[in-house]
């Protein structure tokens, strides 16, 4: 893979950060805004945000089996065959075939393109059955912005990368907390929750075990597209959204690099590093923003296998973070501290006299 692109926002819709490329010395075109790149299975939220919106949940049994449409007979990734199987459990495996099932006989194209425009993809969109599986071609920012929706309790704000503008001389001519539109729901707050548990899941269960943050609850979703010509990762926290792509300028396939090995990998290295020395906000819809003791060991092992030699090498070039245990450890005294009743403070006793 000779290139990647990354951008990063904060959950009020302020962008922190863009990387058009590897190199802009190299290269000045920047792939975050302007390349259109297939998506893959990192699409599939948007199919699933609208099943969410139309009755369905998590638990939500759908065939995985071989499905048909016209003449497009989609596969599961290496061709595996699932049964029936729960949409968080399609949602974390990505299964191929079950939001097409949902789309052909439950969902349509129309109102899945219209999910995805209103929670803020710009790039054009075809309206086509294969775009179920990711096939349109979308921008970096286009899924940062539309992930960014699970992480503002199911509102699209307004994407901006300038605060406020003052003269020299002090008046401000604009300031985006007045003069910004409001936010504008897109998601019911059932849907979100429902979206919210089954991408959190992800991390854990499914495809993304090494996007799995240390002692901090994450959600997202890969994403490979035909010929591993495109790797995603997008994902989420109480926090930040982040959305990571590789690949060639020139399409030429990668060597069978998937959403959930380098992509996943870049971001939970990111991610680690913004979480360091700030408040944890939960993701809308869960209850706080820490794993439990289960999933924490799950994360951990997972953090292992994806970092690596390659955390060890970069280690000296970011501030030291705390280990699992130790974090934990912290918090729960922190906790102890909170819950402690008040003592009062002794009286202060009366001057003795000289002997």
Partial sequence: VTEGAMVVGETNGAVRAIVGGRDYGASQFNRATKALRQSGSSFKPYVYATAMEHGFTPDSVVSGAPISWGAWSPHNYNDGRAGKVTLITAMAKSVNTVPVRLAKNHLGIGPIKAMAEAM????PLESHKTMVL???GMTVMDQATGYSVFAQNGFVGSRHGITQLVTRTGEVVYDFAKDAPPPRRVLSEQALKSMNTMLAAVPVMGTARRAALPDI????KTGTTQSYRDAWYVGFTGNYTAAVWLGNDDFTPTNNMTGGSLPAMVWQR????AHQNIDLKPIPGLDHPFVDEEIAAKAEEAEKKSAG???ADTAAERPPVLSSQTTRALR???RLFQSAPVLQAPATPETLSAL
């Fill in 332 to 334: 729960d005294i922190t």
């Fill in 309 to 311: 030699q390659a955390a």
């Fill in 217 to 220: 609850v994450s959600a997202g």
């Fill in 134 to 136: 990711g096939t349109s």
């Fill in 120 to 123: 803020g993809v710009e790039s």
């Fill in 270 to 273: 990111l991610m680690v590093y």
